[in-house]
């Protein structure tokens, strides 16, 4: 085929196509202006409709009986979801506060704990370091000699501060006489 041949073709066939494309826009323009198209129209739509209500509502009844979560359901459970997400952030909420108080408490108690340290050392150590006075010795030095039997109680040569208190209080006991 030579070049000429090629577009007289080609113009034949968009000459063709444009007479038929002329003829089906005029049928088509009857067919539009009249009034069975658009009662046509309107049936075929309304039908359109219809069918998508029933097939709905079907589509409704086969899960509902197949117990399938549907819509509703689902929007349902996002709404109750929601909730119960926002009660669990109130919780964290009030434990990270209740974690908070409970730090600055142990903060506290650590403190105090840190300030009667010092106190309860020294006391033990002023326990350790004053001598020991024994019944029976106060008792030879008084000179009366009566031998209650009472004395401090020395456990492997450590003496408490409640030995300490006891033996200062027979000496006291005593030498008041």
Known sequence: MTEQQRESAEQK???????SEKRVSRTSDELVATQGFTEALAMLTSNAVA???????GLDQVVKTTRLAGQR???RL????NRTEDKLEQVLQVVEQLEEELAATRAERDEARRETRPVETRAKRTAATTPVRSSAASSSTS????GRG???N???GEVTSADVTNSVAQGGEENGR
């Open 78 to 81: 996002a709404r109750q979801l």
């Open 51 to 57: 069918m998508s209500r029933v097939m709905s509502t």
């Open 150 to 152: 009472r004395s401090a």
């Open 154 to 156: 020395v456990t492997n």
């Open 143 to 146: 000179g009366r000699g009566r």
């Open 13 to 19: 066939l968009r000459q063709a196509y444009d007479k």
């Open 73 to 75: 359901d689902i929007n």
